[in-house]
């Protein structure tokens, strides 16, 4: 069974800095593309990041370009974000996502094939 | 970004009903659309992916169709487990955009 689980959300000041994880299982995590995307309370979703099962090829939302870092460790199955001077508008809860493989490749999008539950970020002071 | 817009915002229906949610691209994405179901305080859950093929375990009442920018999700006969939010997706180019969601209630 595909299983994604994420941590590391909580309370965080403006300014401040999160580490989140996604712990994956069920499934052969070095051959996926793997995606953050959020939901800002009340709010739709929006993607956030992707990276590639290689990890050869990373995007990110214009929102969090240059803020935001994704990684992953394919030999410990799992997937990172790095958040760092973080704003109000960044307070959602972060869900990782799968994305199964396309034959059009690395530099297309996907759709999210299974979904963790989702870990809460707050930005307040 | 491509824009995705969805129609209605919410809809209320009864059980057994047909329902159908349209979504609406900013320009062209051929069939790389995708629809998803959210209830509250869960994950979305992936029901249909290039626009009409149904992903495995999805029931058979769920069905959708388009291609180019107008897309529609059909729900044939509502049952109560249905009563979500729904959400279209293009995977076409990046960024990947969502509709604004389409929420289903009881009517």
């Known amino acids: 069974e595909v299983q994604l689980v994420e941590s590391g959300g909580g309370l965080v000041q403006p300014g401040g800095s999160l580490r989140l994880s996604c712990a994956a299982s069920g499934f052969t995590f070095s051959s996926y593309s793997m995606n953050w995307v959020r939901q800002a309370p009340g709010k739709g979703l929006e993607w956030v990041s992707y990276i590639s099962s290689s990890s050869s090829t990373i995007y990110y939302a214009d929102s969090v370009k240059g803020r935001f870092t994704i990684s992953r460790d394919n030999a410990k199955n799992s997937l990172y974000l790095q958040m760092n001077s973080l704003r109000a508008e960044d307070t959602a809860v972060y869900y990782c996502?799968?994305?199964?493989?396309?034959?059009?490749?690395?530099?297309?999008?996907?759709?999210?094939?299974?979904w963790g539950q989702g870990t809460l970020v707050t930005v307040s002071s | 970004a491509i824009r995705m817009t969805q129609s209605p915002s919410s809809l209320s229906a009864s059980t057994g009903d047909r329902v159908t949610i349209t979504c609406r691209a900013s320009?062209?994405?051929?069939?790389?659309l995708a629809w998803y179901q959210q209830k509250p305080g869960k994950a979305p859950k992936l029901l249909i992916y290039?626009?009409?093929t149904l992903q495995s375990g999805v029931p058979s009442r769920f069905s959708g169709s388009g291609s180019g920018t107008d897309f529609t999700l059909t729900i044939s006969c509502l049952q109560s487990e249905d009563f979500a939010t729904y959400y279209c997706q293009q995977y076409y180019s990046y960024p990947p955009t969502f509709g604004q969601g389409t929420k289903l209630e009881i009517k």
């Open positions: 290039a626009a009409s």
């Open positions: 320009q062209g994405i051929s069939s790389y």
């Open positions: 996502a799968r994305a199964p493989p396309s034959f059009r490749g690395d530099y297309t999008p996907g759709y999210f094939d299974y």
